[in-house]
């Protein structure tokens, strides 16, 4: 296991001085070379797919099949597409043609914003830092890459691998923890993609806004699952349990808590025995069958709200400070007070929140910060868009949980407090790139827009009424009728 070594502080500022110079050096400007390091990036995981399963084991007790599921062959896939699609991504566009401009050859070029930094948190190591990495190269960026100091073996390896497959001109990881990124966010960048906490989100937010440098923040929430009775019971209780224990629930997307109608609650908590039991015949505990959580401070925190919460324990409770190991626990008639419902939980922990009605739901949600996910669990469509465009939230989900950053094409991005801007995909490449709008005008425009020139005359304004005011729909008579779903009620 390669040994973890936080980065001089006096070699940040060379770091980003050297990747400034290979900036410049223009080798990205050149598609062809961000494809090169792409495909080293690529065989940088798949070479060492092994000691990326090992360095998780080591951080984060991950079982192999978590590893692969989640980051190493999900990731190696992802990239893959970057690799398939740079090529089409970074070519100039036309802007859309316009009688008026098209002379001029609007175009949009797609440029690179410079020197970029990439700060990830400890729980998805692979996905949310190298994958942003792909798309900061596809978009023709030098890049560092600020890896969690939670992770130790995984960021130890970062460290001794990024040499050995990337040029070192362009790309660079710099270990440590806050001093380190103190200083880093002292720095200018073209554009910083923090993944964590709300709490640093602030720091980072604030140390970027100093140099005016683009931020996008991917943070965190408390994402509620909406349950209805008109639901296939035991797939919504398999699909919420795993997307819960995955990880040892240290998913930024994890469902964190249940409304229910008061009813249906212990139905549905049979159904989650039943699936436990099918999910760990050995129990949770045995080898290879459940991540631990990160940190022995992590491990406090959340077996801590499980001390302090009132709502009644009915599957799991085990905690084991040693191994840092917590059983996926189900906990009934949380109120809204409980200490459960206090933090985002990012632990195994999965409190239900009993409602009379789905609107006492609604209006809880909608009470606090919007979530980066809302799932809702029915087969009722008016139950899904009574959820849907009632509340706000990154993204909704029907019937699924965890998965969707994964999912090909979807942006992935939380909304106010749980974020602002998206990445993956194109999405990813996007955040990396500056558009650089473009004309190139022949003298002959002149001819079409002599109207600009002084003397300014009443007959140049008529001239330029006639070519650039359009003929707009006739006066509307009063607003239009509302389409069906505001004033939807179950
Ligand atoms: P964290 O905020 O503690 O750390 C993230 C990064 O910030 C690390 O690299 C760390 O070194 C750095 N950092 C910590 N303190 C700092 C400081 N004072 N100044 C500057 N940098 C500092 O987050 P974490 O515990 O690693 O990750 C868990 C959090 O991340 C959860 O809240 C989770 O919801 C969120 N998360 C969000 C997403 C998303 O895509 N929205 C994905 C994964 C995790």
């Known amino acids: 296991m390669s040994k973890f070594e936080f980065t001089p502080i006096e070699e940040i500022d060379k770091i980003h001085a050297e990747l400034k110079a290979g900036f410049y050096s223009g080798k990205l400007k050149d598609v062809a070379y961000r494809k090169y390091q792409i495909l080293q990036l690529l065989y940088l995981l798949k070479d060492n797919s092994k000691r990326f399963e090992e360095s998780f084991a080591s951080d984060l007790g ?11 062959a999900s990731c190696i896939g992802e990239i893959y597409n970057y690799y398939k699609s740079v090529d089409k991504w970074a070519k100039p566009e036309r802007a859309p043609f316009s ?14 914003k410079g020197v970029v930094l990439i700060i990830a948190p400890f729980n998805y190591p692979i996905f949310l830092s190298l994958l942003p990495l792909a798309s900061a190269i596809a978009a023709g960026n030098t890049v560092v890459l600020k890896p969690s100091e939670s992770t130790p073996a995984t960021s130890a390896l970062f460290a001794e691998l990024f040499p050995k497959y990337l040029d070192n001109d362009l790309v660079r990881v710099v270990n440590g923890s ?12 073209g554009h910083i993609l923090y993944t964590g906490g709300g709490r640093v989100g602030r720091i980072v937010a604030t140390a970027a806004a100093k140099h005016l440098t683009p931020v996008t923040l991917e943070l965190l929430g408390k994402s509620p699952v909406f349950v209805d009775p008109k639901c296939d019971l035991k797939m919504t209780a398999r699909r919420i349990l795993w997307g819960k224990a995955a990880n040892a629930g240290q998913t930024c997307v994890a469902p964190d808590y249940i409304i229910v109608p008061r009813s249906f609650q212990d139905t549905l908590i049979k159904a989650f025995k039943e699936a436990h039991d099918e999910f760990y015949p050995d129990g949770p505990k045995a080898p290879g069958q459940m991540s631990r959580l990160v940190t022995p401070q992590a491990f406090a925190r959340v077996s801590g709200l499980l001390k302090n919460t009132k709502g009644t ?3 799991g409770g085990e905690t084991d400070e040693a191994t840092k ?16 419902m206090s933090e ?7 409190p239900i929140m009993p409602v009379d009605s789905i609107d006492e739901g609604i209006a809880y949600v909608n009470a606090h910060d919007h979530p980066l996910a809302i799932y809702a669990f029915t087969n009722d469509e008016q139950f899904k868009m009574k959820i849907f465009n009632s509340t706000q939230s990154g993204s909704a989900h029907v019937n699924e949980t965890i998965i969707h950053p994964g999912a090909e094409g979807l942006p992935f991005g939380g909304v106010g407090p749980s974020g602002s801007g998206y990445h993956t995909g194109k999405y990813g490449f996007d955040i990396f790139t500056h558009l650089r709008s473009s004309l190139h005008s022949p003298g002959w425009v002149d001819a079409l827009m002599s109207f600009r020139y002084p003397p300014y005359t009443a007959a140049k304004i008529k001239s330029m009424n006639r070519t650039l005011m359009p003929s707009i ?11 069906s779903g505001v004033s939807w009620t179950k």
């Not at 806050?178 to 960048?189: A, G, I, M």
């Not at 009063?478 to 389409?483: A, D």
Request: glycine content about 2%; proline content about 19%; charged content about 25%.
């Open 325 to 340: 190991f917590i059983a996926p626990t189900v906990i009934k008639d949380v109120k809204p007070d409980d200490a459960l």
């Open 313 to 315: 324990v009915v599957l």
């Open 178 to 189: 806050v001093p380190e990124t103190t200083r880093l966010l002292e720095l200018p960048w």
């Open 99 to 112: 009688l008026l401009w098209f002379p001029m050859r609007p175009t949009i070029y797609k440029e690179p």
């Open 473 to 483: 729909p006739a006066r509307p008579k009063g607003p239009p009728k509302l389409s």
């Open 62 to 72: 991950r079982p192999p099949l978590e590893s692969q599921f989640f980051e190493i």
């Open 344 to 350: 985002e939980i990012f632990g195994p922990l999965l």
